[in-house]
């Protein structure tokens, strides 16, 4: 069984940074991917960035684009996402999921972690 547990989450201003951690423990963890999604209230989980684990290999949703870069530590097991010029509707709860064969769904999901930007 693999844990992911975010962290680094919290209250921001507009204009402001904060860098989201997601640590994976469990059995000899090897992804094919990992990735950040986020929940807005009342919809379905939005892709918002992945990484290949073994290439390091990165995809970005429109809306972060130039402002998020999602990274990894493999020695760790971690995966980070560093968010710069937040905006009010970057507010969410954001997941870290992991992704252990390419094609198929996301197998393993962190907590979450709030993110709250203020306006």
């Known amino acids: 069984q693999v844990e992911l547990v975010e962290s680094g989450g919290g209250l921001v201003q507009a204009g402001g940074s904060l860098r989201l951690s997601c640590a994976a423990s469990?059995?000899?963890?090897?992804?094919?991917?990992m990735g950040w999604f986020r929940q807005p209230p009342g919809k379905g989980r939005e892709f918002v960035a992945s990484?290949?684990?073994?290439?390091?290999?990165?995809y970005y949703a429109d809306s972060v684009t130039g402002r998020f870069t999602i990274s990894r530590d493999n020695a760790k097991n971690t995966v980070y996402l560093q968010m710069n010029d937040l905006k009010s509707e970057d507010t969410n709860v954001y997941y870290c999921?992991?992704?252990?064969?390419?094609?198929?769904?996301?197998?393993?999901w962190g907590q979450g972690t709030q993110v709250t930007v203020s306006s």
């Open positions: 469990g059995r000899t963890f090897s992804p094919y991917a």
């Open positions: 990484i290949i684990w073994s290439r390091g290999r990165t």
């Open positions: 999921g992991a992704q252990t064969v390419v094609g198929r769904p996301y197998d393993y």
